[in-house]
């Protein structure tokens, strides 16, 4: 069974830093994509980063652009989110999801392009 276990949220004042660490098992993404999405209460899931399975090429929402840095460690089977600066409007929970294929900005930030594997998703609270 695929399971993704995302980790690494927390409470966090204004400007701090978070890593974010999202771990596959039951099946190996290292030739996936990945992409982080988050969704606060209220809105819909949002586009935050993605990664071609090479780590290679990356992708960002435009909020969160150089602050953010998604990285993947593919031996381990591991995508991470480091977040810098976090601003009180990062507050939500993030998920993280595969992807079979690589496209442009507007097919990687759709959440349609990824599999309906989502997993519990890691609560990140940003403080002012």
């Known amino acids: 069974q695929v399971q993704l276990v995302e980790s690494g949220g927390g409470l966090v004042q204004a400007g701090g830093s978070l890593r974010l660490s999202c771990a596959a098992s039951?099946?190996?993404?290292?030739?996936?994509?990945m992409g982080w999405f988050r969704q606060a209460p209220g809105l819909e899931r949002e586009f935050v980063a993605a990664?071609?399975?090479?780590?290679?090429?990356?992708y960002y929402g435009d909020s969160v652009k150089g602050r953010f840095t998604i990285t993947r460690e593919n031996a381990k089977n591991t995508v991470y989110l480091q977040m810098n600066s976090l601003k009180p409007e990062d507050t939500a929970v993030y998920y993280c999801?595969?992807?079979?294929?690589?496209?442009?900005?507007?097919?990687?930030?759709?959440?349609?392009?990824?599999?309906?594997?989502w997993g519990q998703g890691t609560l990140v609270t940003v403080s002012s």
């Open positions: 999801a595969p992807a079979p294929g690589w496209g442009s900005l507007a097919t990687m930030s759709a959440r349609e392009g990824y599999l309906e594997v």
């Open positions: 039951g099946r190996s993404f290292s030739r996936y994509a």
């Open positions: 990664i071609r399975w090479t780590g290679g090429n990356t």
